[in-house]
T-cell receptor, first 110, second 113 residues
């Protein structure tokens, strides 16, 4: 069983579209995250939720909206996609000081 | 502020060579330090960690020692293998806020047979 799973693995879409990425963890962790990894592999935190509550919201355009229906799920919705949104998006969960990452969603905006 | 700086890559080595990837940090509190590894097409996974000064983390032949005096956590391996080719990330979290992690920019390692 995959501990942190995110779907889809690949997402190709046109500028201006709205898309969602889903994430689920079966580790029983309280905290979940979304990260963006650019083409140079730099990893930047976007959001963090603890028990369905938003606790970290970095400087991210408000076109990005996370939603946590329960503590095992953290979805990311992106409105009005732009070219600069092309990246790999990673979901992660943690309990105390170790993070567990999903395999990533490669988003390509054309 | 809190940040992690690691050496720029890529680092290219021959199999069985000695590896060092430098990592230094700045932190406003007492950090725990980590190395994560990302194999091609996968997410990051924890390689090793150290939670206090002078601790040594080790796993799969990799080692790193938490040096408070030099604010460093350099990753070393005595003899690399082709299968070690990956991107390595140094990271820290603060003991008063395990919810937030600070990652370095990653160092790509290429090991040639």
């Amino acid at each position: 069983d995959t501990a942190v799973s995110q779907t889809p693995k690949y997402l190709v879409t046109q500028m201006g579209n709205d898309k969602s990425i889903k994430c689920e963890q079966n580790l029983g962790h309280d905290t979940m995250y979304w990260y963006k990894q650019d083409s140079k592999k730099f990893l930047k935190i976007m959001f963090s939720y603890n028990n369905k509550e938003l606790i970290i919201n970095e400087t991210v355009p408000n076109r990005f909206s996370p939603k946590s229906p329960d503590k095992a799920h953290l979805n990311l919705h992106i409105n009005s996609l732009e070219l600069g949104d092309s990246a790999v998006y990673f979901c992660a969960s943690s309990q105390l000081d170790i993070q567990y990452f999903g395999a990533g969603t490669r988003l390509s905006v054309l | 502020g809190n940040s992690v700086t690691q050496m720029e890559g890529p680092v290219t080595l021959s199999e069985e060579a000695f590896l060092t990837i430098n990592c230094t940090y700045t932190a406003t509190g007492y950090p725990s330090l980590f190395w994560y590894v990302q194999y091609p097409g996968e997410g990051l996974q924890l390689l090793l960690k150290a939670t206090k000064a002078d601790d040594k983390g080790s796993n799969k032949g990799f080692e790193a020692t938490y040096r408070k005096e030099t604010t460093s956590f350099h990753l070393e391996k005595g003899s690399v293998q082709v299968s070690d080719s990956a991107v390595y990330f140094c990271a820290l979290s603060l003991d008063n806020n395990f919810n937030k992690f600070y990652f370095g920019s990653g160092t790509k390692l290429n090991v040639k047979p």
